[in-house]
């Protein structure tokens, strides 16, 4: 090799080193790019979280102090019914001698909570409370709340029993099945109650 094919030669590879050395910083700049778009993401989830946790925080303190929508819309109902039938203890054509308002037993493994009780010397009302009465509640009404009762409340056992669906809301079709069901249906008409026996 001659001085000249040699020194064009180191003048190639000195031109490529720079050609590679341009395309080295362009690439450290488009990382430098990428790492500083990754911290302001970073931070920004960060600052998210942190966001999140406080809102989770409120959340928990709001419900804690005023319990969850349902829960309130379902002790306003069972208040109502519970005001309305100690102020007029009657159903149908039936006059009850006393209400109980959130009974609740355990007795052999078995325990619930039945929303309310009337009573007389002749029949139990069971009645259950919902501020909108699903296709659930009659279910759970008849498969669970009817089994129980004799269970844990053997004192009435010469009494006859009723089953009661008490809500703000019923579907026409949910009523319809309720009543043919045989279970009563209370409901909301103004500031009374309207019954419509099974």
Known sequence: MTDDELKDLVA???AAQDRADVRQDRADARHAEADARHARIDAQ??????????????????SAMYGGVSDNQGAVAEEFYYNSLKANPVLGDVRFDLIDKKSTRS?????????????NGQVVYVVEVKYKAHESDLRWLLEVKAVNFPRLFPEYADHEVRLALAAFHFHDDLKQRT????????QR???VIESIAA
């Open 12 to 14: 190639k590879i000195a």
């Open 107 to 119: 007795r052999a493994g078995v325990e619930d909570e039945f929303d309310l009780l009337l009573v």
């Open 179 to 186: 009543l043919e069901a045989g279970v009563t249906v209370l």
């Open 45 to 62: 989830l960060a600052k998210t979280v942190t966001e999140l946790a406080k809102t989770d925080a409120k959340l928990e303190s709001l």
């Open 189 to 191: 008409k103004g500031d």
